[in-house]
């Protein structure tokens, strides 16, 4: 069964970061193997610009304010124009009205949701890929299907290619810092003071998305570290980085979702309050170290968190192991198979 036009309307800036629109570029390649997608975007950042192109995604944008009945009624008469088969929406803005606005149009909605925020849920299709989603949490039309857990986890196919990793190091040195697109308060930059502190016997990779304001303060910094360190920007593959670390420090966001899926022992730093339950949840698990908030963290506590994975080959083999269970990289394959058979 063939399938037809697909429009995403999820958007990046600085203070958002790129997380939705990048975790639906899983289910737009998926997509994509037999369909076109389109992007609908009103806020982006460059680097996300660059990766449509690359990517060979139709990308439009739209002057509108973010989830205003004008930002509905322009995804309506894109999604007419394209005679879309689904419309995917991605982003806390886009409230309870704004799905009741595309649903009137008689369109067909898949919703991506974090955390049952809002009081009621009209789209078709609403998809909760955190392990800890659950049905009671979700008042909803008798009509609306539920998608939710690990099961339906997005992610992107350089990571399936490469698969997960099968050894862990007997000695961690090789550790990769990554708090998301944006990291508007520069969680990074303590992350980084702190590597120090294990000494000088390894490597850091330090990675930033194409919207973080702090790139110039983090190359200077990441030059004072007194080992072999690099920052990368925004690059093109993230699994290959990954694959490459013994312990990765990052945010609680769809990161997470990716080190699991590879094997990769991760310590989590919340960076916004969206990410508190996904991190503890990830944490119960034993896939994770979490750490909790940013602003509590002390850069003292986060090199002695390190220094507590670094220091077990046992731990840290448990942590892959049980990454590796979570997720099995079938999910975005999943959610385009119940769109395309969903009457």
């Known amino acids: 069964m063939s399938l037809d036009n697909i429009l995403i309307r999820a958007d990046a800036s600085t203070a958002i970061g790129s997380g939705h629109v990048m975790r639906c570029l899983a289910l737009a390649k998926a997509w994509s193997k037999g369909g076109r997608v389109c992007y609908l975007t009103a806020e982006t950042i460059a680097a996300l610009d660059e990766r449509f192109v690359e990517e060979k995604i139709r990308h439009e944008r739209i002057s509108v304010q973010p989830g205003s009945p004008e930002d509905a009624e322009q995804t309506v008469a894109w999604a007419r124009r394209l005679q879309a088969q689904w419309v995917v929406v991605d982003g806390y803005r886009f409230k309870p009205d704004y799905i009741h606005a595309l649903k009137m149009a008689r369109l067909r909605v898949l919703m991506l949701d974090d955390d049952a925020r809002f009081d009621f849920y009209e789209a078709d ?21 539920l998608l939710l857990g690990a099961n339906y986890v997005l992610l992107r196919p350089e990571f399936l290619v490469s698969g997960p990793r099968s ?31 294990l000494g000088n016997d390894f490597e850091a990779t330090v990675v930033v998305g194409g919207g973080s304001p702090h790139y110039e303060a983090l190359q200077a910094l990441v030059k004072t570290l007194p080992v072999k360190a690099r920052l990368e920007r925004s690059p093109a593959n993230m699994a290959p980085i990954m694959r490459w670390t013994d312990v990765a420090i990052a945010a609680a966001g769809g990161t997470c979702w990716e080190l699991a899926f590879l094997g990769v022992p991760m ?69 385009v198979e119940f769109l395309q058979n969903c009457v």
């Open 125 to 145: 299709v609403v998809l909760n890929q955190n392990i800890d989603a659950s049905v009671e949490s979700y008042k909803r039309a008798v009509s609306t299907h």
């Open 167 to 197: 050894e862990i190091a007997g000695v961690a040195r090789k550790f990769l810092v990554t708090m998301g697109g944006s990291d508007s308060e520069n969680v990074t930059a303590k992350v980084v003071r702190a590597l120090p502190r």
């Open 267 to 335: 310590i989590l730093i919340t960076l916004s309050r969206d990410q508190e339950r996904n991190a503890a949840a990830i944490s119960r698990t034993g896939a994770a170290l979490s750490l909790g908030w940013h602003a509590n963290l002390s850069e003292q506590e986060i090199g002695d968190a390190i220094k507590s994975v670094i220091n077990s080959a046992d731990r840290r083999r448990a942590m892959s192991e049980r990454g590796k269970a979570l997720i099995d990289g079938q999910g975005a394959a999943r959610v």
